[in-house]
């Protein structure tokens, strides 16, 4: 914006002052000057009739019209002022009158009307016309005179006022605020003193405007060493991270041999020391494993470097899955892991399904960790606002707590509750700060409010796109529950409501009891109406009367003697098959059940002759001992050789080993393996390159396709997918588990299989 100046501003306020003052002055002047003109006139006026008046008296009295004409004549004559006069008798007749010879009625006249006396005595009128046009031309004149005086002092004060303003105020301010400018925007210039006759409070203000010059010098200085600083940081934390991966790299190749020689020995005989020995060895290692993950996570997030991906997923089989996975650890301590899923909560959502996962299992894992008697609950409820969900994701436990003061630092990078009770756990202080800092990259937030002693309560906030693809539980049995009637007997309330809210979702009417006895009671008010149900889902651990005791009491009476239960366990085994058979009718599930296992429970216990298929062992592809299955193991390092030999030593695997990508090639060209297991940094050629000759040779000579899994102790999922790029078909990160190695092959297998019943 284009900002007049002070000086501009001052001219233009002295214009209009002055202009106001003329007005006011000039119109002061024309009131005076005008006044006083009539009063003169008037004066005149008196005089003239006074001396007309004594000197045609006698006329007058005797009425002589010529005499008073030519006496009349005469003083206008004499007075160019004189317009006109008339002598009135006392009646108002006009006894003489005379009048100037100029043609034109003059524009401004004044008329007086004055008495001709003598002694007191009126003898008649007379009435003297007098122009003002001379007097206003005078007025007018001295007006502008006036006006002259007037503008012209003003103007000449203005002047003075704008050269004193200039000199007294603006210079200084001028040079005060080049100083300012110069400071602010980091200018170097010779200072520039204050004239002499400063004011006051101008020294001031330049003083001021020293400070913060020093002020400014010293902030530059100190984000020059800021910037320098954080460069260095920059650099440092490049190679730290680079450092880790490189280190993750390292130590993962060393402790495939580890972990999967400690996994080997523990399938060989062994005495309880050595069993110990070899356990121990094994856990360390996984412990270890989950370290340096830990490390590697927060040091990419912290580098900036975390990618999230997107795909569709089913969150409460997510969730379920977390659950499954810590419940074990949970049921050792007999701690209950219970899930409420809102069921008005869409269940597909958009998300990097693996981060929420991570994040999902640290703070139910740390629940667990943390409590010794009690349960861990799990809730999933939110909001959603057209695409987008709020997810409200609350864990809540009966643990040792965390005190107040400790409760804002949890969440900072190797901060642990400095406390004696802490340090019988482990971790390494990461996991909240990883997963808060996972949730922030998502959008999402956690907090925690704690009692210690009691408990504690994370809630994570988490907005998620609901996604358009559906991924519906499918429900293998298809048996519809609907308007089916079943009694629901478990002493925890919250698993009480758990259940209800599940069972509703499919149509069935719930009737809740909080103990066997209040079960039964149930059971025989029903009795009685002449009412049944259709089935019994009902908790194995209860207070007073167990799971087992209400199954054979609800069997004890004759109309429940064939009504299907269902009985949920933490423990496994928790009934005989003996038992089982005594009770007829009789499911047992194990907790935490999941809503498509509890599904499809009822269905069974609903349609008895089903049971006998689980779909478990009725799809899976196993390999024949006789199917001889060629690998090519593409590894350079000798133990970890020997770790995929041993391995695979009671399988059907028949394996050929290669040091490196050009052995590989070559041994892939001369005996043609079923599957390729191929490391990814190998000395001379590396896994990728490899990969790509092999898959050329392929379409080249319209070969077979050649299962290639890729081993390696590249963690990222960068290098997944470059591995994927090259033409690989499997990802396994060491290290290597048994299991999943066979699985990986399996799964290759049913390629090969695909493949070749398709020629
Ligand atoms: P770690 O569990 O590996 O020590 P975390 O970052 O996951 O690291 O947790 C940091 C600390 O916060 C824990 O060491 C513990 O002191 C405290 N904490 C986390 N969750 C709980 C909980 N549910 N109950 C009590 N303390 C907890």
């Known amino acids: 914006m284009n900002r007049t100046g002070i000086l501009f501003q001052i001219v233009v306020s002295m214009a209009l002052a002055a202009a106001l003052v003329a007005w006011v002055v000039g119109d002061l002047a024309r009131r005076y000057e005008t006044q006083r003109l009539t009063q003169q006139l008037a004066e005149q006026a008196d005089l003239t009739v006074s001396l007309l008046g004594g000197l045609m008296l006698d006329a007058i009295i005797v009425e002589d019209v010529p005499v008073l004409e030519t006496g009349l004549t005469e003083a206008i004559a004499r007075n160019s002022k004189l317009l006109a006069i008339q002598i009135l008798s006392e009646d108002r007749t006009v006894i003489a009158e005379a009048s100037a010879r100029s043609k034109s009625e003059p524009r401004s006249y004044v008329m007086y009307d004055r008495p001709v006396e003598w002694d007191g005595v009126v003898f008649a009128h007379m009435v003297v016309k007098w122009s003002t046009s001379e007097g206003e031309v005078m007025v007018q004149e001295k007006v502008r005179q006036t006006i002259l005086w007037t503008v012209l002092s003003v103007g000449a004060l203005s002047v003075l006022v704008l050269f004193l303003t200039h000199m007294l105020a603006m210079r200084p301010l001028q040079m005060i605020h080049q100083r300012m400018s110069d400071a602010i925007s980091g200018l170097k210039r010779p200072t520039v003193h204050l004239p002499w006759y400063a004011s006051r409070e101008y020294w001031a203000l330049n003083f001021s405007v020293g400070v913060m010059e020093d002020t400014f010098v010293e902030r530059d200085e100190r984000e020059f060493a800021l910037e320098q600083a954080r460069e260095a940081a920059d650099i440092a934390n490049g190679a730290k991270s680079e450092f880790l991966a490189n280190m993750s790299h390292e ?431 190998m000395p001379e050629m590396d896994g990728l390159e490899a990969t790509m000759i092999i898959r050329q040779l392929e379409t080249e000579n319209h070969l077979d396709h050649c299962p290639i899994i890729a081993l390696t102790a590249n963690a990222m999922p960068a290098d997944k997918e470059k591995c994927l790029q090259a033409g690989m078909d499997g990802f396994l990160s060491k290290p290597i588990s048994k299991k999943a190695l066979w699985s990986a092959i399996e799964k290759s297998s049913e390629i090969i299989d695909v493949l070749r019943t398709g020629t």
């Open 251 to 681: 130590i993962r190749t060393p402790m495939n041999g580890v972990i999967g020689m400690a996994e080997l020995i523990l399938e060989t005989d062994l005495d309880e020391d050595q069993k110990m020995y070899a356990e121990t060895i094994a856990t360390s290692g996984s412990a270890l494993l989950t370290i340096i993950n830990d490390i590697l996570n927060f040091s990419k997030i912290e580098a900036g470097k975390m990618e999230l991906e997107s795909e569709a997923f089913n969150l409460q089989i997510s969730m379920e899955d977390v659950v499954t996975l810590l419940s074990p650890t949970a049921a050792e301590k007999h701690v209950e892991i219970t899930l409420r899923y809102d069921p008005d909560l869409p269940v597909v959502f958009e998300g990097d399904v693996g981060r929420i996962r991570q994040v999902i299992t640290n703070i139910v894992g740390n629940a667990v960790k943390f409590t010794m008697e009690g349960y861990v609950s799990i809730d999933v409820s939110g909001s959603a606002k057209g695409d987008l969900c709020d997810l409200n994701i609350t864990v809540t436990d009966t643990g040792i707590g965390i005190p107040e003061d400790k409760i804002d630092y949890i969440f900072n990078a190797f901060e642990q509750v400095d406390g004696a009770a802490t340090r019988n756990f482990e971790g390494t202080g990461l996991g909240l700060a990883i997963s808060a800092r996972l949730l922030r990259l998502m959008g999402g937030d956690i907090s925690a409010r704690s009692d210690p002693g009691a408990g504690s309560v994370f809630t994570m906030r988490l907005p998620l796109l609901v996604s358009g693809k559906s991924c519906e539980p499918v429900w293998p049995d298809h048996i519809d529950l609907n308007g089916l009637k079943v009694l629901v007997v478990d002493d925890l309330e919250l698993n009480r409501t758990i259940l209800f809210e599940r069972l509703t979702t499919w149509g069935m009417h719930c009737t809740l009891a909080a103990s066997g006895h209040e079960a039964l009671n149930v059971l025989a008010e029903t009795c009685a109406r002449g009412e049944t149900f259709d089935l019994v889902l009902q908790d194995y651990q209860m207070p007073g009367m167990d799971g087992c005791e209400l199954a054979f009491k609800i069997r004890a009476i004759p109309q429940y003697a064939e009504l299907p239960l269902v009985i949920l366990s933490s423990v496994d085994h928790s009934m005989d098959a003996g038992t089982r058979q005594a009770l007829g009718a009789c499911e047992l599930a194990l907790k935490p059940v999941r809503s498509a296992q509890l599904h499809s429970v009822i269905s069974r216990s609903l349609r008895p002759i089903s049971v006998a298929l689980t779909p478990s062992n009725a799809s899976k592809t196993v390999l024949q001992k006789d199917k001889n299955l060629r690998v090519l193991l593409a590894e350079d390092n000798k133990i970890n050789q020997l770790v995929v030999q041993k391995m695979l030593k009671d399988t059907p695997a028949e394996i050929f080993i290669a040091a490196n990508g050009v052995e590989a090639v070559q041994m892939y060209r001369d005996s043609r393996p079923d599957v390729v297991l191929m490391d990814m940094m």
